[in-house]
């Protein structure tokens, strides 16, 4: 089976930069995936990774380290429309397939 | 990019009952999905709709509980029958296109809600 791990919920003032980390613990893992949820929206691909390190888009980055089944999406210059919930996701080999985390809700406060 | 609709956007059903959900996609994809999500939780696959053959499922999910048909590349549907409350929730479909693998394009979801 699959699991992942990641922070309920994470408080960070505006301007800042946060991480939220993800473990996890998968057979055939193949990518690393990051999606944004606003309440009352759909889920917003925000970044993947398949190899090993970081991966930067503008505000957002993601990082993988596959020996360590762990990665992290960090984002800088937080803004107050950054109040979301994250999911960090695995897709397994050969498989579009997605196993989302539980989530983390991320609090942007002035 | 896809642009994903789906109807309806949120039903408010009697227990019992059947409600089919439609998610069409403005092109053609590789792979649709279904998700469900309850408010404030994680989303759980329900199955991958096959084009022409019959859908996948997750375990936990059925087909006679959840029929999904995809006659096509670019719609699909997911019937959640003899309901109950529990199957209140937020119901989404995804799509993948093969030259852009990575990414998972969700609809706006359908909120159910079961009396």
């Known amino acids: 089976g699959q699991s992942l791990e990641q922070p309920s919920e994470v408080t960070a003032v505006e301007g800042a930069i946060v991480q939220i980390n993800c473990t996890y613990q998968?057979?055939?893992?193949?990518?690393l995936s990051w999606y944004q949820q606003h309440d009352g929206g759909a889920p917003t691909f925000l970044s993947y990774n398949g190899l090993d390190g970081l991966e930067e888009t503008g505000r957002f980055s993601s990082f993988l380290s596959r020996s360590d089944s762990y990665g992290y999406l960090l984002l800088q210059e937080l803004q107050m429309k950054d109040s979301a919930s994250y999911f960090c996701a695995v897709s397994g080999a050969g498989s579009y397939q997605l196993t989302f985390g539980k989530g983390t809700k991320l609090s942007v406060i002035p | 990019s896809a642009v994903i609709s789906q109807k309806p956007s949120r039903d408010i059903c009697q227990r019992g009952t059947s409600l089919t959900i439609q998610c069409q996609v403005d092109s053609q994809v590789t792979m649709m999905f279904w998700y469900r999500q309850q408010p404030g939780q994680s989303l759980t696959l329900i199955a991958t709709?096959?084009?022409?053959?019959?859908?996948?499922?997750e375990s936990g999910f059925v087909i006679d509980k959840f029929p999904i048909s995809r006659p096509n590349l670019t719609f699909s549907t997911l019937t959640v029958s003899n309901m109950s409350p529990e199957d209140s929730s937020i119901y989404l479909c995804?799509?993948?296109?093969?030259?852009?693998?990575?990414?998972?394009?969700f609809g706006p979801g359908t909120r159910l809600l079961v009396l």
């Open positions: 995804s799509v993948v296109n093969h030259r852009v693998w990575e990414t998972q394009y």
């Open positions: 709709a096959n084009q022409g053959s019959e859908a996948t499922y």
């Open positions: 998968t057979s055939g893992f193949y990518g």
